[in-house]
């Protein structure tokens, strides 16, 4: 688990890379991100450097405020939908943590 914001902020860096990666590797081909799929994951990269919400949230999906443009957005949810399922072969500790984590985050806003 992340001690502070830097390590939170290199992790889902991490997490959203290797999604992007599969997903490109799987759906465009080569070993190499294409020139769409590295805009997306600069852009991810980009916004979580600037997300003020860093300290308290979990995954972007959980957060109230949406800060990807819309194209973005759908793009992102894409990559996600379809590399979630899959990275529990790829990257298997790193899947069972984002379950965990998860349903962690679940509880906590039923609570709230």
Do not use: W
Not at 13 to 41: F, T
Not at 63 to 69: E, L
């Amino acid at each position: 688990m992340p001690k502070n914001r830097s390590d939170k902020q290199q992790r889902e860096k991490e997490v959203v890379s290797l999604m992007i990666s599969l997903y490109c590797r799987k759906n465009h081909g080569g070993k190499q991100l294409c020139p769409d799929c590295a805009a997306l994951r600069d852009y991810a990269v980009l916004r979580s450097d600037k997300c003020p919400f860093m300290e308290t949230k979990t995954f972007c999906s959980n957060c109230k405020v949406h800060c990807y443009k819309a194209d973005m957005r759908e793009k992102i949810r894409t990559v996600m939908r379809f590399s979630g399922p899959r990275m529990i072969f790829h990257h298997p500790i790193m899947a069972v943590h984002h379950l965990i984590e998860s349903k962690k985050e679940k509880k906590r806003l039923e609570k709230e």
